[in-house]
Structure formats: structure tokens, C-alpha cells
């Protein structure tokens, strides 16, 4: 049975959600707690290069083996080590085009049998115990996306609550856009705003910038002193 969440539960998420966007490594709350409000999956947040695993960031693991064993395919992704058949997502985005926002379930989308007879599953995802998995991408860009991702963890006998997952995700998707485009803009303000102070600094003579009413609105290091 589905145990839904309150609404201060959902009010509280999705102000994690861009809050988590601003962290230095982004959106570890909000993995997090995904992790803890999804009994027997594991939450990351995983990027691809087309139809490619490239990275993905999962701040809470299982503990023990099954995490080295997931840490360590991790890296062998990242290096470029990994074979990745791309069967399971062709005929993924075959059925369910790629689309920004949008709720992909594997267990909506494939049969028991079909999914785990796809060599891509077999090759990279079997071997960690990654079952069915929920997601939906919150970035975009030419041939490269992010998605939010809760799959299940077949090592885990924790009974699955599919249902709250795909709820979940449906509550956060487009929140983490609307927070990745606002970090983004924000990230892109903080870089112009340094490179313009430096070049101010590098003024040699003092410069002082004054609001009509005589405020100081800037000075670079000369003025300031």
C-alpha cells in the first residue's frame, strides 16, 4: 500500500529541492533524503552522453560490499572502463520519447522478462544489484542530460513502494528544472561579477562609484583604501 506524504512533507521536499541545488556538490540533500523516503532503492542523480552512462553521484550507498561493489563501477564508468549495450535505453526512448520533465518507469515501460534479458541491464546493471528504476531528467543539452533517478535495490528484500517513488518524482521534476536553471543563471552571475572585479582591481588608479544621492555603490582596492 502507498503511504503518501503530508503536505508539510511536500512543502519541506521540494524547499530541499532548491536549496540542494545551490550545494557546493549539488543535490546531495535532496539524494539523500530521497534515499531514506524510499525504503529499498538507492537515489542518485546520474548524467549521459546520448545513450551513455557517464557519471552519477550517489552521496548515501548501501553499506558494506554492495556499496564498494557500486563505488567501484562507478569509477569504471567515469574512466570509460565500462561496456554499456545500449539495447535497454534504445528501446526505452523507442516507447517513451526523451523529454525534459517527463516520468520514466521501467516497470510501465518493460515486461518482467523483457527487462532483465536486455544486455544493457545484464552488463551494468545486475552485477550491483540495481533493479526497475524510476526517473525523469531536469537537464537537457544537445546530447547531454541529467536525470534524478530512484532504482531498486534487488539485494535489498525491503518490500518497494514503486507507487510513492513514481509520486515522488512527480512532485520534484519540475522543481529541479526551474532550481538547475536558476543555479545555472546564478552560477554564470557569480563568474561575471568576479571577472569584472578583478578587472576593476586591476585599474591602477582608484575608482570610486557614487549613487545620485552620494552612496558608495563600488570602489575597486585603490578607492577602497
Known sequence: MTEHISVEEASALIGLVYEASLE????????????????????????????????????TLPGGEHGEQITELMEDVEAGNQQQPDDLNDTLFSRQPLELGTLYATRRIFSEDEFRNFEGYKKTMQPIGAGHWT????????????????????????????ARVEYLIELIAPHMIRANRFARALNMARDAAETY?????????????????GQVQMANSLGQR
Open 24 to 59: 557546493k556538490s549539488q543535490w546531495s540533500s535532496l539524494v539523500g533524503r530521497l534515499f531514506q523516503m524510499c525504503p529499498g532503492h538507492v537515489a542518485a542523480v546520474v548524467t549521459f552522453e546520448d545513450a551513455r552512462w557517464v557519471s552519477s553521484h550517489v552521496p
Open 135 to 162: 526517473g525523469a531528467h531536469f537537464s537537457i543539452s544537445g546530447g547531454r542530460r541529467a536525470a534524478i533517478m530512484v532504482v531498486e535495490n534487488d539485494f535489498d528484500n525491503t518490500p518497494k513502494d514503486n
Open 197 to 213: 572585479s578583478g578587472f576593476i582591481d586591476a585599474i591602477a588608479l582608484p575608482m570610486v562609484m557614487l549613487a545620485p544621492d
